[in-house]
């Protein structure tokens, strides 16, 4: 090749009429997750829960040090997937089938694989919606991780022909007898309640039973930015404001996973002994947020259920919503098929807590 040839080495990534159903997309780049993104993430979000703060509390329970957060463990792996499913997305629309099949600790070095499992086009032809199943491997190749999602992306050419038209099904819930996987069997006794933050274990929960999380938080601009770069996620929409003010919003639009991530420490005001999360049946960005927007969460518990084999722990399904600029004691939510306008998040899930 000639030294004056002119080849694009960048990347402009995938548009819609890229992707085939069944294409295998390994992703880059593998990352080492360390205690400096630990605590970089708990600068941003502020969880408490004692089992992902405390080396001494995990150790004493069964756990061989303090395991890396389940959320950090889930942006780490999506951020890998965004340079090649979503940078060119208009909006990520939802997750289902996620669970934890291995703990995940302070030095292991985590690296993903997506799998193309549907394709539609829109009725405007502009876009597409694009299913992937994503699977997040540690360094010895174990999965710690596995999800689907669906996110709508441009197409490069309006013209072009759709790549496939397949909708798959998807679980709405995962079965119990899937969960604590990433959950050692513990030593009940010595979980310490005071330390832990809260009275409350499995048992004192009911189906049924409504929490507001009380607190709010306000989002800033440097810091959803600073958390969606900590996963290496490189979607235009949440860095590039020049390129922003020529879109719908006008504005940055802040990663979805930012608004789950502050719920999730939000609900350690009522939910402290729910240690780990273990399972994500769904979940759906019901409105973008901003910076400015200030955040509040309530959960309701709407199943219980006993792990086959273990008298350690139990399952709690919970569904938390997150508003913006809305306090919780109301608990907003939907009416039919419309939400409340504040809401953001609508996310179901199961979560392991002490018995």
């Known amino acids: 090749m000639s030294k004056n040839s002119s080849v694009s080495k960048n990347s402009p990534g995938n548009f819609f009429e890229d992707f085939r159903i069944g294409q295998v997309i390994r992703h880059a780049t593998p990352r080492t997750v360390t205690t400096g993104d630990v605590a970089l993430y708990t600068g941003l979000f502020g969880a408490r829960f004692a ?19 389940d959320l950090l463990v889930f942006h780490v792996v999506f951020g890998k997937t965004v340079p090649d499913v979503s940078l060119n997305a208009v909006a990520n629309l939802g997750y289902a089938g996620c669970y934890f099949r291995t703990p995940v600790y302070p030095g292991d070095t985590l690296s993903a694989q997506s799998e193309v499992i549907g394709l539609k086009e829109n009725s ?14 540690n360094q010895d190749l174990k999965p710690v991780l596995e999800y689907v999602r669906w996110v709508m992306v441009r197409k490069r050419d309006e013209a072009a022909p759709a790549p496939g038209d397949h909708v798959p099904r ?52 440097a810091e959803h930015m600073t958390a969606t770069r900590l996963y290496q996620n490189t979607a ?50 019901v409105a973008p947020l901003f910076a400015g927007g200030t955040i509040y969460a309530w959960s309701e518990v709407i199943a219980k259920s006993e792990l086959p084999g273990r008298a350690d722990v139990g399952a709690l399904r919970l569904r938390t919503v997150a ?22 998040l609508d996310l179901d899930y199961w979560v392991l807590m002490p018995r």
């Not at 089992?51 to 957060?69: C, E, H, L, M, W």
């Not at 979805?256 to 502050?262: D, E, K, M, N, T």
């Not at 508003?323 to 953001?344: E, Q």
């Open 51 to 69: 089992v992902q703060s405390s080396d001494a509390f995990a150790k004493a329970i069964g756990y061989p040090r303090s395991p890396i957060d």
């Open 124 to 137: 405007s032809r502009k876009t597409g919606i694009v299913y992937v199943r994503t699977t997040g491997y």
């Open 170 to 221: 998807l679980p709405t819930v995962l079965d119990p007898k899937v969960l604590g996987e990433a959950c050692p069997p513990l030593n009940v006794a010595a979980y310490d309640l005071a330390l832990a933050g809260s009275p409350y274990r499995f048992a004192d929960y009911a189906v049924g039973e409504k929490i507001d999380h009380v607190d709010g938080i306000t989002v800033e601009e």
């Open 236 to 285: 235009r929409i949440h860095f590039d404001l020049f390129a922003a003010k020529q879109g719908r919003f006008g504005r940055r639009l802040i990663y979805g996973g930012h608004v789950i991530s502050l719920a999730r420490a939000l609900s350690f005001n009522g939910l402290a002994n729910a240690f780990h999360v273990a399972a994500i049946n769904g979940g759906r960005h």
């Open 323 to 344: 508003t913006s600029d809305k306090p919780c004691g109301d608990f907003p939510d939907k009416a039919g098929n419309d939400y409340d306008p504040a809401v953001l």
